[in-house]
């Protein structure tokens, strides 16, 4: 072998350990298992097995449980680009499952589900930070119950599309798809028709501040271990601003939001999807 074939060689292997780093941290964010991820031709064939799925971890909290990190109000409809808040990584979560809260954290709780419960279809842009402090930009389209479809910028070639049951995460230039249940990934609290945080989860944290109310979910898994997801909405406009997934090896993956339309029709073939066809319909 020559000189300038084991270079090429060399070369190819480093794009492609790059590649399944950004798939893995993609993965992460939608999968939370939205979002270690790699793209193979027998993965596309058959969905992976539950124990398999990675979950990204939720941001951390401070003592109060509220996040810390710079805060600043994010508000929605052609805003600029905003500034995720990363939650501290030594955030204090209770670890018990049987945690309390007072009236005033259940309002706050019941404020989030009924926001989320009112949302039929949402449509806006995103900026997610990786575990490594990467930052990617978007766009993603939801459609309840069940359905979301999270596109990243070019040149990165991950496009993410859930159709109620299944969430496959796609990459366009190897021309692949792994899928994973959806039942199985923490984004289905933000794709339920109707949901009550406190009777239909494991709500581990409920905080707020003058900026954001949050609450965090906790989830265990046998198999898998156990994750996190923290939802942040606006203290005073009362809009989703972002959510934080955190998995079992406690890596977070922050993904912030705006731009939000509740009104945008969306056409019902951008959630659809196929085994045997890797392509996706027009944005």
Same mark, same amino acid.
């Given at each position: 072998?020559?000189?300038?074939?084991?270079?090429?060689?060399? #070369?190819?292997?480093?794009?492609?350990?790059?590649?399944?780093?950004?798939?893995?941290?993609?993965?992460?964010?939608?999968?939370?298992?939205?979002?270690?991820?790699?793209? *193979? &031709?027998?993965?596309?064939?058959?969905? +992976?097995?539950?124990?398999?799925? %990675?979950?990204? !971890?939720?941001?951390?909290?401070?003592?109060?449980?509220?996040?810390?990190? %710079? !805060?600043?109000?994010? #508000?929605?409809?052609?805003?600029?680009?905003?500034?995720?808040?990363?939650?501290?990584?030594?955030?204090?979560? %209770?670890?018990?499952?049987?945690?309390?809260?007072?009236?005033?954290?259940?309002?706050?709780?019941?404020? +989030?589900?009924?926001?989320?419960?009112?949302?039929? #279809?949402?449509? =806006?842009?995103?900026?997610?930070?990786?575990?490594?402090?990467?930052?990617?930009?978007?766009?993603?389209?939801?459609?309840?119950?069940?359905?979301?479809?999270?596109?990243?910028?070019?040149?990165?070639? +991950?496009?993410?599309?859930?159709?109620?049951?299944?969430?496959?995460?796609?990459?366009?230039?190897? &021309?692949?798809?792994?899928?994973? %249940?959806?039942?199985?990934?923490?984004?289905?609290?933000?794709?339920?028709?109707?949901?009550?945080?406190?009777?239909?989860?494991?709500?581990?944290?409920?905080?707020?501040?003058?900026?954001?109310?949050?609450? #965090?979910?906790?989830?265990?898994?046998?198999?898998?271990?156990?994750?996190?997801?923290?939802?942040?909405?606006?203290?005073?406009?009362?809009?989703?601003?972002?959510?934080?997934? *955190?998995?079992?090896?406690?890596?977070?993956? *922050?993904?912030?939001?705006?731009?939000?339309? *509740?009104?945008?029709?969306?056409?019902?073939?951008?959630? !659809?999807?196929?085994?045997?066809?890797?392509?996706?319909?027009? =944005?």
């Amino acid at each position: 072998m020559t000189e300038n074939q084991k270079n090429r060689m060399a #070369t190819r292997f480093a794009l492609s350990l790059k590649r399944v780093a950004f798939i893995r941290a993609a993965a992460a964010f939608a999968v939370a298992a939205c979002f270690g991820v790699v793209s *193979t &031709s027998a993965v596309a064939q058959a969905p +992976i097995p539950p124990q398999s799925i %990675p979950v990204p !971890k939720a941001a951390p909290k401070g003592r109060d449980g509220a996040p810390d990190g %710079p !805060k600043g109000p994010m #508000t929605t409809g052609a805003t600029p680009v905003p500034n995720p808040v990363i939650p501290d990584p030594h955030r204090n979560v %209770p670890l018990s499952i049987f945690a309390t809260f007072d009236d005033k954290q259940k309002a706050q709780a019941a404020r +989030i589900s009924s926001y989320l419960s009112s949302l039929q #279809t949402l449509v =806006g842009n995103f900026v997610q930070v990786g575990p490594d402090g990467s930052k990617t930009k978007g766009q993603f389209y939801i459609q309840k119950p069940g359905k979301v479809r999270f596109e990243y910028e070019a040149p990165n070639p +991950i496009a993410i599309v859930a159709d109620g049951s299944m969430v496959a995460v796609r990459d366009r230039n190897l &021309s692949t798809q792994d899928l994973y %249940p959806l039942s199985q990934t923490p984004l289905r609290y933000l794709l339920s028709d109707r949901i009550d945080l406190m009777k239909d989860t494991n709500v581990v944290s409920v905080s707020a501040d003058d900026f954001f109310i949050s609450i #965090t979910i906790e989830e265990r898994q046998l198999l898998t271990g156990t994750s996190r997801l923290m939802l942040m909405i606006g203290a005073k406009d009362g809009q989703l601003k972002q959510w934080t997934v *955190t998995d079992p090896q406690g890596y977070d993956t *922050t993904v912030a939001v705006y731009n939000l339309d *509740t009104s945008r029709k969306i056409d019902p073939g951008m959630f !659809k999807i196929d085994i045997t066809d890797h392509t996706f319909p027009p =944005g």
